[in-house]
């Protein structure tokens, strides 16, 4: 169905930021429709975008949200979490302070950063303790993946959390899961 799409272009996702509120709650959708905004506001608080950035084939969405800003037709609060390029690590970090400044617009804000940590249970990339097993119940030697290094996970987490940003991370198996609270946990010792 993607390929017969046509392209999204920042007109044809233009309706969008109203849309998610009433995807979320059909109530706070009707909210929109009869211009009370502000009920949305005070029954919901805000909405988080989990990527800003291009991912998986995706683009980004993060110039149509601030149009929709801009221009006031963004309702509700929503923070955009910027993607964070695993292949990139702290290089990427000035160029991710910039797009915060760029895309913090009225109720916009990029102030929070995504990193993914493992992968799904399902295909087996969950980042797990122990062995999965087989389709007969024998170990393998699979625990899924890391995708930082945990080492480099507390490093980068860091320093994110020393910017300012709010780290949004992906972690779904229990090693994965333990990397990550341990990455909060030195970010907490290093800065309070």
């Known amino acids: ?6 392209p999204p272009t920042p007109e044809r996702r233009r309706p969008g930021p109203r849309l998610v509120v009433a995807a979320i709650d059909p109530h706070r959708g009707q909210a929109h429709r009869l211009g009370r905004p502000d009920v949305v506001e005070q029954a919901l608080g805000g909405v988080q975008d989990a990527i800003l950035g291009d991912y998986a084939g995706i683009n980004d969405p993060s110039a149509t949200y601030l149009q929709a800003a801009q221009s006031d037709d ?3 609060t929503v923070t955009g979490a910027l993607w ?3 292949d990139r690590g702290a290089d990427q ?4 302070v910039k797009r915060r400044f760029a895309y913090t617009f009225g109720r916009l ?10 992968g799904v249970a399902e295909n087996f990339t969950a980042g797990m303790s122990t062995p999965y097993l087989d389709g007969n119940g024998n170990e393998t030697d699979n625990v899924g993946i ?9 490093e ?26 341990d990455a909060f946990e030195a970010a907490r010792s290093a800065n309070g």
């Open 84 to 86: 964070w390029d695993r």
């Open 156 to 181: 980068y987490v860091t320093m994110l959390d020393s910017l300012g940003f709010q780290v949004h991370v992906h972690a779904i198996g229990d090693r994965a899961v333990r990397e990550t609270l």
């Open 1 to 6: 169905t993607r390929r017969a799409a046509p």
């Open 109 to 118: 804000s990029a102030t929070s950063i995504k990193i993914m940590q493992d």
């Open 74 to 76: 963004l309702t509700a």
């Open 146 to 154: 890391s995708m930082v290094d945990p080492e480099a996970l507390c």
């Open 93 to 96: 970090i000035p160029e991710l």
